[in-house]
């Protein structure tokens, strides 16, 4: 089967209703060890996305449904549908896993081409994929089997492993098994999150796929969200990183859409995001007990990484929440920089200040 005699139907199977009806979408991408229930209910607080997605699910021949990312649907009470992401290379045990997902509550099931991570590709799952279409095809292939409408079948991907020779391929893919959306991310593997997006290989997926195509990558602020739009076509963006940056992001999204005055936030409002954030995250995703306070002083402080890059131009905020070694001494460093003297009433920056890098691994 080609694209070109793909049945007409497939042309109008329907997306979960957005917030708003007749604008772009907006999508909170999956991120692991971030998109669970707290960090979903903190975000729907600011605003909620029209669609979450959930860490990604680990499928191999042991696998079981991860029971702290099935709570991030179970108990789910933001009011927007949940997508479950999965992560794996085998067709059947892939398969195994999507009919037990099937008995949540989730709007559809979404594999996972893209995480970069050298662990993952070397296990030829999530972006290691790009390197084989024929692989990607039976697994393609599997699900539209496995996933009964209403249910959806989504798939995010980067444009390639290391180049762009399989993506016109892979596009043909996601017409042929059906697929029901697309997100992409505008590099490569190999690019990791360095170097501008490429928004011209978003387009021509846009172009090629005959479905809703989301834009993801370096999508920071609203208006970054509207020139995405605008370059690619795209009925929708997917934010990442910059939604723990700036939890308003969707929120600010809509009202720049509608031609609305987009409210402006403080240093004094950011602190009480980190707040409620602290609050969130203080226990464990499983099994409700404290998380001990070292652990839960680390995780913060990877949420702060992000934080941090709107906060003063220096990054003497990082600096000084990234020596903290304890809950006290982190909430202390938080009040010193977003509290104290004139800092309350400064306005948070819409864009990270240039320089001040969360993870100078991956984006330097």
């Excluded at 499928?59 to 991860?66: F, I, L």
């Amino acid at each position: 089967m080609t694209a070109a005699n793909i049945p007409s139907t497939f042309q109008t199977a329907a997306l979960p209703a957005p917030v708003v009806a007749g604008q772009p979408l907006t999508a909170l991408a999956p991120m692991q060890d971030v998109t669970g229930l707290a960090f979903m209910r903190v975000i729907a607080h600011y605003g909620a996305p029209d669609f979450f997605f959930t860490e990604f699910f680990r499928v191999h021949s042991q696998s079981r449904p991860e029971k702290h990312i099935l709570r991030s649907i179970d108990e789910n009470a933001t009011g927007r549908p949940v997508f479950a992401q999965i992560i794996g290379g085998d067709a059947r045990h892939i398969t195994r896993t999507v009919i037990e997902l099937l008995r949540h509550p989730i709007a559809g099931i979404d594999l996972n081409l893209g995480c970069p991570a050298p662990k993952v590709c070397k296990k030829n799952a999530g972006g290691g994929l790009l390197r084989e279409p024929e692989k990607i095809s039976e697994i393609l292939a599997a699900l539209r089997d496995a996933v009964p409408a209403p249910r959806l079948l989504t798939v995010k991907m980067r444009i390639g492993f290391e180049d762009t020779r399989h993506y016109d391929e892979i596009l043909e893919l996601i017409n042929i098994h059906r697929v029901d959306m697309l997100a992409v991310h505008g590099r490569t593997v190999r690019e990791l999150y360095r170097g501008a997006v490429h928004q011209d290989a978003i387009a021509r997926a846009v172009s090629r796929v005959r479905r809703p195509v989301l834009a993801n990558g370096d999508i920071t602020t609203a208006g970054a969200a509207a020139r995405a739009l605008a370059q690619t076509g795209a009925a929708g963006v997917m934010i990442g990183r910059h939604a723990i940056r700036n939890p308003w992001i969707f929120r600010q999204c809509r009202e720049h859409f509608a031609g609305a005055p987009r409210a402006s936030v403080t240093l004094a409002d950011v602190r009480g995001y980190i707040q409620r954030l602290h609050e969130a995250t203080q226990n464990d995703a499983t099994t409700d007990a404290p998380v001990p306070e070292s652990a839960h002083v680390a995780r913060m402080k990877k949420f702060l990484n992000f934080v941090g890059q709107s906060v003063d131009p220096e990054g003497a905020f990082l600096r000084d929440m990234r020596r903290a070694a304890s809950a006290a001494a982190l909430l202390a460093a938080c009040d010193t920089h977003l509290l104290a003297g004139a800092a309350a009433s400064r306005l948070f920056a819409d864009e990270p200040y240039p320089g001040v890098i969360a993870r100078p691994n991956c984006e330097t």
